[in-house]
């Protein structure tokens, strides 16, 4: 039955509604669990209760070990009299499965329901023990008494294959032909206050990010996040999120390709490492064969950056993605969603010491650029804010380069050779330029020298706002000359682009000529209030 606005009260019960402080609770007496099998030398099965809840869980978890699976709903705390199915498959939070030997059973038990009281905690809240494995094939539930499901385990794990009707859009991008601006000034200042450039800051000023008193690397400081957590250990955990739906527009493919690679450089651009990707996918329809097909495009290109780009570390090896959830059916009558797989990106940084941030750090540090310019602007934020056009030459993501970038610039941090470090996305090479000079403080300027920047025949507008990737990095005075060898060691050119200038300007020439001069004051406020704006 659809589930109506109307209903609303009604149907809150349908919504898996979490608890913070229940969960945070239940994460300590998971840590003395784990202190007991340890201690006991014992194995145990251990899963959340996610999608499909208790029926999936626990068949999952049996099949993995190849055993069947007896449970009795009747033995399950609940919140009231619900019918077998509701049991089985609701996806309340906050519930964890264990699988343990059956003298552990009173310790765990008192680790729960004792220990940490969660009968107290929260209503209902408490670990029951709810069934057992046994030695065959089956997987049986029984409710008041009665056998309410009784088949072989593979049936429910196992899957079935189901070809669904697919086809490739009918209708075709063209590139435009546009007239190159004028005024690169006022193009400048219209890009900065975009509310997909615009700084994020009139949001993430109002949550308070010190909650844990672990925090690195704050909002609006770099291109991840940056956490310490474990207190007195130097490691720490980044995390990136991104995507760019507008690629997906042009080629679901490359817009899913991109997500990724763009989430993995933005977490080594603060030197960790990437490890983990976490997807959440958004389409339309996929009873409708051209949103299938966008399906399928978008997860054949997070595959294949994850499958080219590598585990730093591990040839050949992906990066995992270690878990994610799909949205289909994201349309109105006007048409479904574009494409928009979202990634996040998790990285490792051995030393939070070492970490760098985007701003610029001193006067008369030079620049680089490494990732060359292409003609790459299908999908950018200055065809749609200049010219309210998608074009057809969205960025493509060339794996090999992507890999030695993003490699590089982790060790390059590492080495402590670099002051600052940007990554080349939305807005491209400009918009990250003057990112490093907008960021707080704010108190340097930028001198851009886009005479290095790519090919002498490409027109201005395409060097500066290609969004094909690549990074700017500031380099530590006396240490050019090692960064310049570190990265031709990984097969790149390294183009130097300008300095961090002492004068509060942003300034982009080409050939000796200024193409754009502008107050620094003047162009942070453009960038700072585009947001505020866009939301009145």
């Known amino acids: ?97 264990i699988i343990s030997p059956v003298h552990l059973r009173e310790k765990i038990l008192k680790i729960y329901n004792e220990d940490w009281d969660l009968p107290n905690v929260y209503e209902g809240a408490r670990a029951s023990v709810v069934g057992k494995i046994n030695s065959g094939d089956r997987f049986v539930v029984r409710h008041k008494g009665e056998i309410v499901c009784d088949v072989p385990i593979q049936h429910l794990t196992g899957g079935i294959r189901y070809q669904r009707e697919e086809a490739p859009r009918t209708f075709i991008l063209v590139e435009p032909e546009t007239n190159e601006p ?160 979202i990634i996040a990106c998790v990285g490792i940084i051995k030393d939070i010491g070492k970490a760098i941030t985007q701003e610029f750090k001193a006067a008369g540090d030079r620049l680089y650029l490494i990732g060359p310019r292409f003609d790459e602007l299908g999908g950018s934020e200055y065809y749609r804010t200049i010219f309210n056009i998608t074009g057809a030459n969205v960025p493509i993501v060339r794996f090999d380069l992507e890999r030695r970038m993003i490699y590089a610039v982790i060790d390059a941090i590492d080495e402590g050779l670099l002051a600052s470090a940007h990554d080349i996305s939305n807005g491209g090479l400009a918009c990250t330029a003057m990112e490093m000079a907008l960021a707080r403080p704010a108190k340097f300027g930028l001198d851009l020298n886009l005479d290095n920047a790519g090919d002498a025949g490409m027109r201005t507008d395409k060097l500066l706002f290609s969004e094909s990737s690549g990074f700017v990095l500031e380099a530590w005075p006396g240490k050019e000359g090692r960064l310049i060898d570190l ?31 502008l107050d620094l004051d003047e162009a942070r406020l453009a960038w700072t209030s585009g947001l505020v704006e866009a939301m009145r």
């Not at 509604?17 to 194995?43: H, Q, S, T, W």
């Not at 069947?68 to 709903?73: A, F, K, Q």
């Not at 299938?292 to 730093?312: A, H, T, Y």
């Open 1 to 97: 039955e659809a589930l109506r606005e109307e209903d609303e009260e009604t149907n809150r019960g349908a919504v898996q509604i979490p608890d913070p402080f229940l969960k945070n609770v239940l994460f300590k007496a998971n840590d003395d669990l784990f202190r007991l099998v340890r201690e006991e030398g014992v194995e145990i099965g251990f899963k959340d209760l996610g999608g499909g809840g208790f029926t999936c869980a626990t068949s999952e978890m049996g099949a993995a070990g190849g055993f069947g699976m007896e449970i009795n709903l009747d033995d399950m705390h609940k919140a009231g009299d619900f019918p077998p199915e509701v049991l089985s498959i609701a996806e309340t939070q906050e519930r964890f499965l």
């Open 487 to 517: 990265l031709r060691s990984y097969n790149l050119e390294p183009m130097e682009i300008g300095k961090v200038s002492r004068e509060r300007r942003i300034v982009m020439k080409r050939a000796g000529v200024a193409v754009a001069d």
């Open 182 to 341: 004028a005024d690169y000034n006022s193009v400048l200042l219209k890009i900065l206050k975009s509310p997909n450039i615009a700084s994020r800051e009139h949001v993430y000023r109002y949550y308070d990010t010190e909650v844990m008193g672990n925090t690195v690397i704050r909002p609006g400081e770099a291109d991840a996040g940056l956490i310490a957590p474990v207190r007195g250990e130097k490691f720490g955990v980044a995390i990136a999120v991104d995507c760019n739906p507008f690629y997906g527009r042009i080629s679901p493919y490359w817009g899913g390709a991109t997500a990724v690679a763009e989430a993995m450089r933005n977490v080594a651009a603060i030197g960790a490492t990437p490890s983990t990707i976490t997807d959440c996918l958004n389409y339309g329809n996929p009873e409708k064969p051209e949103a299938f097909w966008e399906f399928r495009e978008g997860v054949k290109g997070l595959s294949d950056s994850c499958k080219q780009i590598w585990l730093k570390g591990y040839e050949n090896q992906p990066v995992p993605i270690v878990s994610g959830n799909v949205s289909f059916y994201n349309e109105s009558p006007q048409g479904s969603v574009d494409p928009s797989p």
